[in-house]
């Protein structure tokens, strides 16, 4: 089993809708794919995480890669893991409180347990933008 995190800029003029229609096609296609994971998008960046058989992640960002809603991707974990964190999320869509003041809460409660590297760079995609 394997787990990837990447960062990425959004296209200009992507909208919320727009992240919702990437969204719709994760969750159609990530359970034939044997994959799940998390989004967490703050308006200008993509932060992705996807678990699943390694083969299966690699054919995903070959068309992640050439999606043209994003550019500027950048691996930010790339490991083996034991188990999956969340078995049951095809992709959830994490959203980010627009008051930071609340995020880091809110964090505690929304994130899964990752490996302590992994959390530590959501936690700081999330609080830092
Ligand atoms: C930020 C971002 C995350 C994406 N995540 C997934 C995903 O988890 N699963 C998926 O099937 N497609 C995802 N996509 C969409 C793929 O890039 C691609 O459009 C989709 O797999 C359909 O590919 P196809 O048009 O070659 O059939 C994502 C796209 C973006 C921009």
Redesign the pocket.
């Known amino acids: 089993m394997h787990r990837i995190i990447y960062i990425?800029t959004a296209a200009d003029g992507l909208t919320d809708a727009g992240v919702a229609d990437?969204v719709a096609?994760?969750e159609r296609?990530?359970p034939i794919?044997q994959?799940t994971?998390f989004?967490l998008y703050n308006q200008r960046n993509?932060l992705?995480m996807?678990e699943g058989p390694r083969d299966r992640i690699g054919s995903?960002m070959r068309?992640?890669i050439s999606?043209e809603?994003?550019h500027g991707i950048v691996m930010m974990v790339d490991e083996e893991i034991a188990a999956r964190s969340c078995a049951d999320w095809q992709?959830r869509w994490i959203r980010l409180s627009l008051d930071m003041g609340r995020r880091s809460e809110e964090l505690q409660t929304s994130l899964p347990v990752l490996s302590p590297g992994a959390t530590q760079i959501v936690r700081n995609f999330a609080l830092l933008n």
Request: charged fraction near 20%.
């Open positions: 990425s990437i096609t994760a296609d990530n794919n994959l994971g989004l993509f992705q996807l995903l068309r992640i999606d809603r994003h992709m």
